[in-house]
């Protein structure tokens, strides 16, 4: 069955820098756009970042434009989240999504079709 399997989570002070991964299996990986989001307590889903299938296209949340990239590695069915300047309103749990599609990008929740269980960053101040 399809499997995403974040990474990389961790508790940083303000201004670190932390990579998460996020390893697929069980599906096509490049078939398939790649997507981060992320969720605090009491709020809904937000979206992160995402990138195509190709890897050649990025599209980020303003919030964290500038300071967070993503890359894939489709070798290895890897997808990255290279965040850099963590503030404490980044803490949140970060989660993968992968969907199926030749778009460049997916940033609504309810347009991924699998969804990895999430790794908690813990940014403090």
């Known amino acids: 069955q399809v499997q995403l399997v974040e990474s990389g989570g961790g508790l940083v002070q303000a201004g670190d820098s932390l990579t998460l991964s996020c390893a697929a299996s069980g599906l096509p990986f490049s078939n ?10 009491g709020k809904e889903r937000e979206f992160v970042g995402s ?13 964290v434009k500038g300071r967070f990239t993503i890359s894939r ?46 790794t908690q960053v813990t940014v403090s101040s």
Do not use: H
Not at 32 to 41: D, E, G, H, L
Not at 102 to 113: C, L, M, P, V, W
């Open 73 to 118: 590695d489709n070798a290895k069915n890897t997808v990255y989240l290279q965040m850099s300047s963590l503030k404490p309103e980044d803490t949140a749990v970060y989660y993968c999504a992968a969907k199926r599609t030749i778009a460049t990008k997916f940033t609504g929740r309810s347009e991924a079709d699998y969804w990895g269980q999430g």
């Open 51 to 63: 990138i195509s299938w190709s890897g050649g296209y990025t599209y980020f949340a303003d919030s």
């Open 32 to 41: 398939y756009a790649m997507s981060w989001f992320r969720q605090t307590p």
